[in-house]
Structure formats: structure tokens, C-alpha cells
């Protein structure tokens, strides 16, 4: 190429850049509705018209329902690639697709073809040339079978959810053609137009979509009706309400005669007109069940008025009832702060979604059970917003899920916190714990974000929001879509003020209104409006996954605003006098890793952040003076005082100290406290009449010297007839991309035991007296996907007596839903062994964990659920020698086991063999049934007399209980 050609390329994609162009494509689609056979017939008509400066020779489709089609659809890859099997597993009746196509364009036969890749996707070539500024009309009959609700499309019997349902151009814009198949995170990217669609269905549904009727006088006559009766509910009790459905549900045999009837009954179909200007999708929900609400809402600035739709299922009416006031509040918040809601109705129905909370679509909103109101009215709340940011700013959410998600959630912050300003925005998850019993009782919404957000925060598996919301490793990281833009905005709003956030959301509002803004549209609202250049915010929030910590230090009388994060925020400093009363407050923008303050005479305590706006993933070491607080059980912590969650009474058994009550403390453990966590057990016995208790502290650090993550524990413990203490280390050194996973571990243990009882331990398993005990383990592990893992490991274990070294390898391969198969296989060997204490034998039926790092539910050996009769703890062979079971090595020992899933058999069968060097009998194997948690041995080659079982009585003396449950992971 030459350079003058390369200049003339450069030029014209620097002009074409600077171009905003958009399609326009108007819908007129009829679809009939067949109830019994789930699917829909229609005819589509497409008037597509060419605003961008190019010639089209063809354009690409989305055919979406085909996504329900079979395992090769992207979204059944995306399922399972996020370790899912729900669709993998779904039944091919209850799969979905679309077909029946025959494109014309203009009236002339179009050729047309699948996508090489996504069998949802299709490119129609274009008879003639599509010229810049003309129009084409695409005309297509097609045909949908309905999936059972998997995602968002489909049905549950009578119920339907017709979303993403029809033929679609996929969005051109000056970064050319956006194929997209459909995925169940960062849905949309449309085209705006015009819908017009006309839907046939039987008369008793009621149904609900996109758009205003036409000529709808007498179906709304119908819907008044019906409200009128969902009115009457209204003022009924909880009680009076659950009365009368049960009335209705006490008829049960009545009931299931009528609905018998009522599905063999043919309904006359009806035709429903709807028709939408600006829009850029269309949904539309039936159901003959749905209780109806009607109401109105009075936008803000121009009194224009908004009908107001709310349709639910008799079961969820208490939940329910004040689902208008919902969307009314909803919908004047959104107006009032952003922007005028340009349409005619707001709804929402209650569906059945497997995508579990809500989703939206223009106008109207699915949304899926919910237990409290509070999260019914989040939830909707939530949806109703989505008209804005996702609506009405078309954004492409697919690569910036953030700007529709996350502005979203953020306005559900703001939202609540305005609306519920007197109950200092709390937020009820479960009345009963919150209210009844008072735990978690002043948990808000933005400490629900900030808990959200604070979760792999600093983890190397953190991703940046800007990018594919196919890329994202797992579900927690595409969920910072929401929770990190909701409080790292809430926090932006603190910074500028309200007022100004609110003027640059209502400028970005009206200046972006039914187009497809960018990241780099929204930001620059942001520096239009403001004196300081706030790209060190954006910058922080999308592309990169810096974090904040900042911590409060002193030295040499002097206090210091530290910086131990990666994202130089600016940060609010208050001083606070003798009396708590605060002196002053300033922002701050660290230069250095270490900033001196400014402290103001009188002052003797500082707070950064004292309104907890900042993001700050350590809060604990943001104040000065701590004093000690306690809360019940749990609530929000204060962070800037010492939390103590204290459960007043909390029972634990163990066979040596009985019954044995007392207290719980737990001090953090939870988002803000810098994985830091202290538990503490004060027990009293009823069997030993004595004390006893635990002491347990921990310590995760993300990227620690060169571990991906690590974490430093120590315990100590009194009980159970033994004294103990214990430091660990673990390191983990993972990498991951977005189909595998890979982790080395490391483990290194100290471990101090004083058994003092062989009360509480049986004298045939554990040596008396004091043992220190090290311990390195070291394992790798691979997971090519969740149906294939591997993992070899050695662990040594040894005192000054003995030395005892084991090596370790997993398999785990899934075939099919019905077939798998685990294989482990466990080399054990002493390398030197002057005295080994019983428990750290090899012990032929199962490990009796003799580091005590696992709870076991007695060790006395005294009844049936001892140690090794009763249970099995991982290690050795599954069958058991019921007249002597602690048979055990110290020397070398092989085991392997093979754990085989197949059609037809309950659980799973195993297979078990062993060999040992001083084991009494050469082989040992066993075989047999492993159905949840108990072991069934069939199959023993050591029994004398039986073999197998002759009677229950066989099979009951050696059924036992899995008390550790492990895949490949051994330690
Ligand atoms: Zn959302």
C-alpha cells in the first residue's frame, strides 16, 4: 500500500469516526400464538433504510430463538463454559428454535445463509446494492417453537414469555456490523424504529407488551374489568387475602376438574394491535392468571399521563399488592432525575424466569418471585430504570454492560436512599431475621453493593468492566457490571454533589435519546460540565481493576494518609475534636504512597471517609480511637469501631464435653475488613462440667510475594478431651482464562496436640501425650472445563519420630449427564518411622484426620457412629472389616478408587482396591453402592464366610456415613 493510499484510508476512517449515523427499522409483524403446541406463526415486514455513509450488499440477522436449539448454540457454550448445566440437561422438547424462513427484499427472492459460528445468527445478501440514504422492505414468514423458559424466551404451560423472539437486523454503526448471538449476560444491542404487531392468541389471556394499543377500546374494557376485581384486593389483609385464594385452592378437585376442562375448552383467539415509535426491541407476556392492577402516574415536569399496568399471580398477591406504588415511584424518580419518560405505559408482570430477578424491555418489565417487598420494589424499581439505560440510551451491552447495568444499580442506590431517607435507606432481605429476630437489622442498599463489589476486589482474577461480557471469567465479574459502577458512582456523586451529577445525567440524557452512545458519549458529559478533568475516575472504574485502600498511620506524633491500593482516589478527611464533634473535613488527592496531614489543632480523632462513600476495600484502618461495639448475631458494621458480632448462645456437641453452650464472637470475615477475620467459641460442657472453646484467626492477602493469593491462619483449642494449636500458610498460584483454570497450591502446617483423654479418644487410634506435628503439602490441579479435572499432589508429614510421605492423583471426567467416572490413586510410604503415634498410621478403611482439621463426630470409639464403623473420612478403601475396622499400615500402602455414574443405577458404584506391605491379607477389595452420603459395600474379598450379602443384616453392619465430601481435591 502506498502511503498516499494509507494517508487516504487513515483520512477517511478519522472523518467516518467523527460521522454519528444510526439505522432506522421499522417492525410489522403478525403473530399468532398456538397455547397448546408453544409455538408462534408470523409474518414479518421489515422497511430497513441505510443512514450510514456505506453501500450494504447484505445484512446480518439475529434469529435468536435458535439459541434454544441444541448444544452448539453460543448461549448453550456460555452456559457451560460458566458451569451450568442447565441447558446441557434440558430435554429436547422442552428446546426452542426458529424457521419456516423465506427472505425477500423488494419483492425479490433473497439468498441467505447461517452464520459459520452461531447458528442463531444469518446473513441475508441483498438482490440489489442497499445505497447510502435508501430504503429496502425484508419480508419473512417464520415460525418459533417455544423453549420452556431456559433464559428469557419461552414458556411454563400456559404461561408465555415472548422476548428476543422475532427475525432482527443486527446494529450497523461506524464500527461496521455488530453480530451478536445471543447470550445470557449483555444482551442487547438494537437498531430503533417502529414496531407495529398485531398478536392472535385466545381470548381469556391476559397479555401485556411493547407499545400502545390500537384500537384497543374493547380489550381495555376487558383489562378495566379486571382490575377492578385486582383492586378489591387490595385493602384485604395478608391473612384475608391467603383466605380467599385458599378458597379457591380448597376447591383443589373442583379446581383441577375446571382446569381440565378450561384446557380442553377452545377459546376463541383475539387480536391485539400494539404499535411503538422509538424503540429499539418489542416483548409481550401473556397469562390467563395474572390479577391486574391499573394506575396512573403524572410525569413531573409536564403532567403528561403514564397508565400505569401491574399483573401478577394469585400466589404472590400479598407480595404484590403495592406493585403500582412501585412503578409509579419508579417511574417519576427516573423522569424527575434523568429525564422524561417519553412513552404511554409503564408494566410490569410477574413471571416465572429462570434468569432469576428481573428483566427489561421497553415499557415493560418480567419479573420474577420475590420474598420481600423490599426486593419486589428493588427489583422493579430496577427494570422500570432499565428504560432509560438500556431503552431509551440504546447502549451496547454486550461490550459495556456497565453503562446500562451499572447506571441502573447505581440509580437504585440513589433511589432508595432518597425514598427511604427516614429509615436510613435499609434494606429488607427476609423480615424475619431483620425485623423478628434483629439480625442484620440496619443492613442498606449501598452496604448490599459494597459487600457485592469488595468480593475479589483485589484478586488477580479481577477483570475490567469494558470488555466482552462473554469474556468474563465467571459470574462474580460480570457482576461488578452492577455492583462496582453502583457504589464507585455513589461515590462520584459524594465528590461532585447531587445537583451536578443530576445536570450531567440530564444533559447526557437529552443529547443521547434513542441512540447508541459509547463510554467515551458518557464521559464526556462528565468533562463538559465540570472545571477538573475527571477521567482519573473513568479510568479507575472501567478499564482497569485498580482498587482504593487507603489507611490512617502515625509516626513520630505525625499522621499520615497512606495509599496502600492502586487507584489514587480522591479521599474526604474528617477531624473530629474531644467531644466527637467535627472540627473539619477536606478532600484530599494523595501524591505519594504516603501523605502527611493537615491536622487542625483540637483534633484527636480522624476519619477517611466518614460517610462511607469511598469504595475502600480495608475500611478497618480508616480512623484514629477505636471503641469497641457489639452487634447481635450480625448487622452492618460500623468499620471505624471495633465490630464484635456476638451470638449469645450457640450450642456444639462433641462425645468427650457433652452438650456444651455458650457464646459466639466473630469479628469480621466480611466485606471491608481486609480478609481479616478473628472467631472466637467460650463453651461450657455439660458432660466435663468445664470450659472449652476455640480461638480462630485468619488472614487472605491477594497477591502475596509471588502467590496469586494467600492465607495465614492460626487456631487454638481446648475441647474434646485435647489441647491444640495450629499455624497455617497457604499459597495458591492459579491462572485462568476463560475456559480453564489452573492452580498450584501450597500448604505449609504447624501443629502442637496435648492429648490428654482417651475418654474422648479411643485408645486403639490415638498415642497419649504431646505431639508437634509439621506438615508441607504441595498439589497442582487442572480443570479443562467443569467435565474433565485432574490433580497430582505429595504431602509430608513428620515430628522428630517419623516421616511420612504420601503422593496423591485425581481424575474426574464427566461423559454425559449419566456417565462419569473419578479414579484416585494414593501411594503412602514412612520414611523413617522410630516411633509413629496410632494416628498417623495408614488406616485401611479411611483417614481418622489426625491434625483435627476437619470436625469429626466422635472419636471415642465408645458407640456404633465411631470413628471408622460409622463414618469414612477420606483416605483409604470404602468397604469396612466390621470385626476389627482399624486395620493400618506403618508401612508402605497403594490404594486406588474408582467412583463409576451410570444410567439406570441410583448414585454412583465403586470400586476399591488396596495393597500393603504389613496389611494382614495381600489384596484387599471392595465394591459397592455409594448413594449420597452413605456407602453400601456389596462386595468385600477379605469377609470369611460372606462375600457378599446373604441378608440386611450384612449390608447394615457395614453401611457408613461419608462425613468429608471431596471430588479430586485431597488435603
Ligand atoms: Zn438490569
Known sequence: MSVIAAFFIFSITFIRAEIYFQQDVDYDIEVTLNDTDKTLTAYEIINYKNNSPDTLEFIWFHLWPNAYKNDSSALAKQFFRLGSTRFLNTKEKNRGYIDSL???????????????????????????????????????????????????LGHMGKHFEITQWYPKPAVYDKNGWHVMPYLNMGEFYSEYGTFDVKITLPENYRLMATGDMVNGQKELLWLDSLAIVGDSFKNLSKKELEEHFKKIDGKKEKLKKANEKDSLKVYKNKTIHFRQEDVHDFAWFADPKWI???????????????????????????????????????????????????????????????????????????????????????????????????????????????????????????????????????????????????????????????????????????????????????????????????????????????????????????????????????????????????????ENMIDSTTYIDYKISKKNGKYFLENLGSFNAMAEVAYYDDDNQEINRIWVR??????????????????????????????????????????????????????????????????????????????????????????????????????????????????????????????????????GASFKFVGNNQKRDIYRYENKKIEIDLYYHNIKSNLALSPVLYDLGEFGIAKISMKNFWERDMFNEFSIGSQLHFSSRFAKLNFR?????????????????????????????????????????????????????????????????????????????????????????????????????????????????????????????????LYQNWEEKNKIPNNFEWIKERVRFIWVFSRVSFF
Open 292 to 538: 391486574v392492577q391499573k394506575g396512573e402516574l403524572s410525569l413531573p415536569s409536564s403532567n403528561r399521563k403514564v397508565t400505569l399496568w401491574s399483573m401478577y399471580l394469585p400466589e404472590n398477591a400479598w407480595t404484590w399488592r403495592k406493585s403500582l406504588e412501585y412503578l409509579h415511584d419508579s417511574g417519576q424518580w427516573f423522569s424527575k432525575s434523568y429525564g422524561e419518560y417519553p412513552y404511554n405505559h409503564i408494566t410490569a408482570v410477574d413471571g416465572n424466569m429462570s434468569a432469576g430477578g428481573g428483566m427489561e424491555y421497553p415499557n415493560i418489565t418480567v419479573i420474577s418471585r420475590s420474598d420481600t417487598e423490599d426486593l419486589l420494589e428493588y427489583v422493579i424499581m430496577h427494570e422500570v430504570g432499565h428504560n432509560w439505560f438500556y431503552g431509551i440510551l440504546g447502549t451496547n451491552e454486550r461490550d459495556h454492560a456497565w453503562m446500562d447495568e451499572g447506571l441502573t444499580e447505581f440509580s437504585g442506590i440513589r433511589y432508595w436512599e432518597e425514598k427511604y431517607d427516614k429509615r436510613n435507606g435499609r434494606f429488607i432481605f427476609s423480615e424475619l431475621l431483620q425485623d423478628k429476630i434483629g439480625i442484620g437489622k440496619n443492613v442498606d442498599m449501598s452496604y448490599y453493593q459494597y459487600s457485592g463489589y469488595c468480593s475479589g476486589a483485589t484478586s488477580q482474577d479481577a477483570q475490567p468492566l469494558n470488555i466482552s461480557s462473554n469474556e468474563n471469567y465467571f459470574y462474580r465479574n460480570y457482576g461488578k457490571n452492577y455492583s462496582k459502577v453502583s457504589v464507585m458512582m455513589r461515590y462520584l456523586q459524594h465528590y461532585l454533589g447531587r445537583e451536578k451529577l443530576d445536570i450531567i445525567m440530564q444533559d447526557y440524557y437529552e443529547s443521547w435519546k434513542f441512540k447508541h452512545p459509547g463510554p467515551k458519549d458518557f464521559v464526556s458529559f462528565f468533562n463538559k460540565h465540570l472545571d477538573e478533568d475527571i477521567d482519573w475516575f473513568f
Open 102 to 152: 423465506d427472505f425477500s427484499v423488494d419483492g425479490v427472492k433473497a439468498e441467505w445463509q447461517f452464520h459459520s459460528e452461531y447458528i442463531d445468527v444469518a446473513k441475508i445478501f441483498l438482490p440489489e446494492p442497499l445505497f447510502p440514504g435508501a430504503q429496502i422492505k425484508i419480508e419473512t414468514p417464520f415460525f418459533v417453537k417455544l423453549p420452556r423458559v431456559i433464559s428469557r
Open 809 to 937: 492423583a485425581g481424575y474426574y471426567k464427566k461423559f454425559s449427564k449419566k456417565v462419569e467416572t473419578l479414579i484416585k490413586i494414593n501411594f503412602g510410604t514412612f520414611l523413617f518411622s522410630d516411633k509413629i503415634p496410632k494416628q498417623y498410621r495408614y488406616y485401611l478403611s479411611g483417614s481418622i484426620v489426625p491434625d483435627f482439621d476437619n470436625y469429626v463426630w466422635d472419636r471415642s470409639g465408645d458407640n456404633q457412629f465411631s470413628i471408622l464403623n460409622g463414618f469414612y473420612h477420606n483416605g483409604g478403601i470404602r468397604g469396612v472389616n466390621v470385626e476389627n475396622p482399624y486395620i493400618a499400615s506403618t508401612d508402605n500402602i497403594l490404594s486406588l478408587r474408582i467412583d463409576q455414574k451410570v444410567p439406570k443405577i441410583p448414585g454412583k458404584i465403586f470400586f476399591d482396591y488396596a495393597t500393603g506391605s504389613i496389611l494382614p491379607k495381600e489384596n484387599y477389595i471392595s465394591g459397592g453402592i455409594k448413594l449420597g452420603p452413605l456407602i453400601i459395600p
Open 590 to 723: 494523595p501524591k505519594q504512597k504516603r501523605t502527611a496531614l493537615d491536622v487542625p489543632s483540637g483534633c484527636s480523632k480522624i476519619i477517611i471517609d466518614p460517610d462511607q462513600y469511598m469504595p475502600d476495600v480495608n475500611r478497618t484502618n480508616n480512623s484514629t480511637n477505636k471503641k469497641l461495639k457489639m452487634n447481635f448475631v450480625f448487622d452492618k458494621p460500623s468499620f471505624y469501631d471495633i465490630d464484635l458480632n456476638v451470638s449469645p448462645w450457640f450450642p456444639m456437641y462433641n462425645s468427650y464435653d457433652g452438650l456444651s453452650n455458650g457464646i459466639y464472637i466473630k469479628y469480621g470475615g466480611s466485606a471491608g475488613f481486609g480478609g481479616q477475620s478473628i472467631d472466637a467459641w467460650l463453651l461450657y460442657g455439660d458432660r466435663t462440667k468445664m470450659l472449652n472453646g476455640i480461638v480462630w484467626t485468619k488472614k487472605e492477602i491477594d497477591n502475596l510475594w509471588s502467590f496469586s493469593s494467600g492465607t495465614f491462619e492460626s487456631m487454638i483449642e481446648s475441647r474434646n478431651g485435647r489441647e
